[in-house]
């Protein structure tokens, strides 16, 4: 089930899953990432945060973070915990993200995936995302999709 995050249940779960499925894939020093994780908190209110759990009142498993700028819909930041994988719950946030921004007028949709990340490049690529570049500074991959407006 998808639901809006809340915030004194959910956010130590998406800060646990951004821990353990994102951070190992940065290319961040140290000092940056213990910043970045302690910013996660005021980064969330910015945009709106969608997470899957397995009913309303559960933890999460997975969660997405996003912002609509206009037409774009800029995927910030998107986890599902490792066991929980292959499940189809990526998907599923992905697909509740796209027709959100559709619905507000998004034509495009966007997402950075750091250079190690294999899966998420996998993941995006299969989700019909087209890398546009590379960021040698950030060491990730630009990724853009089409998106279908929905009236």
Do not use: W
């Amino acid at each position: 089930m998808i639901r809006y995050r809340r915030p004194k249940q959910d956010d130590p779960v998406i800060i646990y899953l951004i821990k353990k499925e994102l951070v190992p894939h940065s290319s961040m020093s140290q000092p940056e990432l213990e910043q970045t994780i302690q910013d996660i908190p005021k980064r969330l209110t910015r945009g709106i945060t969608l997470v899957t759990s397995p009913y309303y009142e559960a933890d999460p498993v997975g969660f997405i973070h996003f912002m609509i700028h206009g037409e774009l819909l800029y995927i910030d930041m998107m986890a599902v915990a490792s066991q929980q994988q292959r499940k189809r719950h990526g998907k599923t946030l992905i697909a509740h993200a796209e027709n959100l921004a559709g619905s507000r007028g998004c034509t495009r949709a966007k997402v950075m995936v750091d250079q190690d990340n294999t899966r998420a490049h996998l993941f995006y690529q299969m989700s019909g995302y087209n890398i546009v570049r590379y960021i040698p500074v950030s060491r990730c991959y630009e990724l853009e999709k089409k998106l279908q407006m929905r009236l």
